[in-house]
């Protein structure tokens, strides 16, 4: 145990020191608060997941304090962090592999199969790498709607919105940033990073912080004018309860 704190400690002030590094822009601070978030809410697990993946929870986003507004579509945040703290912090595949897979939505165990530092893992290491993976991806998607949920919207009254992704959501499948057409449209966007979730823990998570309540609710603000909207944003929000057992 005394090694998984020592790692932690050193991880926390990794990143510190590279966020001092950083140009200490807007989106490096969102970014490191959503790290520390993403640490506090480990902590709803035990205590062992939390030693034991403390240090790629903390580091997986490390990679977006090297990100511009401008190449923010191109740029492999989660490649350069991988690439980052192999060279300058660690050689662990428990803390790398997590971080290089956690935005691959939909391919991650395709890809991590045939990543070569996963093959020459034992059957025990690639377990506990497993269980990072889905971990890391869990806590991202969670703090990542905790944070919409906290954000003032700028556009109340919502006309419009893309079917496409409430579809998804009923289908069990994700959405792109493409399809956001509006605010409602990034909730349902980020609503469907409820199908991404592997641990029934998580889920718990989500129903004692109400963090689909939150976002709902401003769905609802947005469409009070709407009936047809808001009766079908009420029919989502049940459809969400019931599955998700929320």
Same mark, same amino acid.
């Given at each position: 145990?005394?090694?998984?704190?020592?790692?932690?400690?050193?991880?926390?002030?990794?990143l510190?020191?590279?966020?001092?590094?950083?140009?200490?822009?807007?989106?490096?601070?969102?970014?490191?608060?959503?790290?520390?978030?993403?640490?506090?809410?480990?902590?709803?697990?035990?205590?062992?997941?939390?030693?034991?993946?403390?240090?790629a929870?903390?580091?997986?986003?490390?990679?977006?304090?090297?990100?511009?507004?401008?190449?923010?579509?191109?740029? $492999?945040?989660?490649?350069?962090?991988?690439?980052?703290?192999?060279?300058?912090?660690?050689?662990?595949?428990?803390?790398?592999?997590?971080?290089?897979?956690?935005?691959?939505?939909?391919?991650?165990?395709r890809l *991590?199969?045939?990543?070569?530092?996963?093959?020459?893992?034992s059957?025990?290491?690639?377990?506990?790498?497993?269980?990072?993976?889905?971990?890391v991806?869990?806590? $991202?998607?969670?703090?990542?709607?905790?944070?919409?949920?906290?954000?003032?919207?700028?556009?109340?009254?919502?006309?419009?919105?893309?079917?496409k992704?409430?579809?998804?959501?009923?289908?069990?499948?994700i959405?792109?940033?493409?399809?956001?057409?509006?605010?409602?449209?990034?909730?349902?966007?980020?609503?469907?990073?409820?199908n991404?979730?592997?641990?029934?823990?998580?889920?718990?998570?989500?129903?004692k912080?109400?963090?689909v309540?939150?976002? *709902?609710?401003?769905?609802?603000?947005?469409?009070?004018?709407?009936?047809?909207?808001? $009766?079908?944003?009420?029919?989502?929000?049940?459809?969400i309860?019931?599955?998700?057992?929320?």
């Amino acid at each position: 145990m005394f090694i998984e704190i020592n790692c932690l400690i050193k991880a926390k002030k990794y990143l510190d020191l590279k966020y001092n590094e950083s140009s200490k822009n807007n989106l490096s601070k969102i970014k490191y608060d959503h790290l520390i978030d993403c640490l506090n809410i480990l902590k709803y697990y035990n205590i062992k997941n939390y030693l034991c993946y403390g240090p790629a929870i903390l580091l997986h986003d490390i990679g977006r304090f090297y990100e511009k507004d401008s190449d923010s579509l191109k740029f $492999d945040h989660a490649e350069y962090g991988y690439n980052l703290l192999k060279a300058e912090f660690t050689n662990d595949p428990l803390v790398l592999l997590p971080i290089k897979y956690h935005e691959e939505d939909t391919e991650w165990r395709r890809l *991590i199969n045939i990543d070569s530092y996963f093959l020459n893992c034992s059957k025990k290491q690639k377990e506990k790498i497993i269980k990072g993976c889905k971990l890391v991806r869990d806590i $991202d998607i969670i703090s990542n709607m905790k944070n919409l949920g906290r954000q003032n919207l700028k556009n109340w009254k919502v006309g419009i919105i893309n079917e496409k992704i409430i579809d998804n959501l009923y289908n069990d499948r994700i959405s792109v940033k493409s399809d956001i057409l509006n605010e409602y449209d990034e909730i349902s966007y980020i609503l469907c990073g409820l199908n991404l979730i592997s641990y029934n823990r998580s889920l718990k998570y989500i129903k004692k912080e109400k963090v689909v309540d939150k976002l *709902i609710n401003k769905q609802l603000d947005m469409v009070l004018e709407n009936k047809k909207l808001y $009766d079908s944003t009420i029919e989502l929000y049940k459809f969400i309860k019931v599955k998700f057992k929320l």
